[in-house]
Nanobody, 121 residues
Framework: QLQASGGGLVQAGGSLRLSCVGS????????MGWFRQAPGKEREFVAG????????YYADSVKGRFTISRDSAKNALYLQMNSLKLEDTANYYC????????????????WGQGTLVTVSS
């Protein structure tokens, strides 16, 4: 019900924009978030947004470089990633939960498949 896309190979310092589109239900009243998981590591929170879009929050590691946004009319979520670093390499997942956003992946009800972001030197 969530389809993530936009991943790819990019050089360090470059930019990518991830998209996540919902189908089968409207996620307009859901908090949404982006998570990532690098090989051998646990899934970690990246960015979250409230159902209204009025509140956004970020992991310290991406603050100032990444921007989360949503377009409820399109049932879509985005993650603009700038100034990418080697350590940003991971599979990125979008997720949705009833109510407000959260940083705990266990709090989310719906998950998209991952989209791979690879940052090269």
């Amino acid at each position: 019900q969530l389809q993530a896309s936009g991943g790819g190979l990019v050089q360090a310092g470059g930019s990518l924009r991830l998209s996540c589109v919902g189908s089968g239900r409207t996620f307009a009243r859901y908090g949404m978030g982006w998570f990532r998981q690098a090989p051998g590591k646990e899934r970690e929170f990246v960015a979250g947004i409230s159902w209204s879009g009025g509140n956004t929050y970020y992991a310290d590691s991406v603050k100032g470089r990444f921007t989360i946004s949503r377009d409820s009319a399109k049932n879509a979520l985005y993650l603009q990633m700038n100034s990418l670093k080697l350590e940003d390499t991971a599979n990125y997942y979008c997720a949705a939960r009833r109510g407000q956003g959260a940083t705990d992946p266990g709090a989310y009800d719906y998950w998209g498949q991952g989209t791979l972001v690879t940052v090269s030197s």
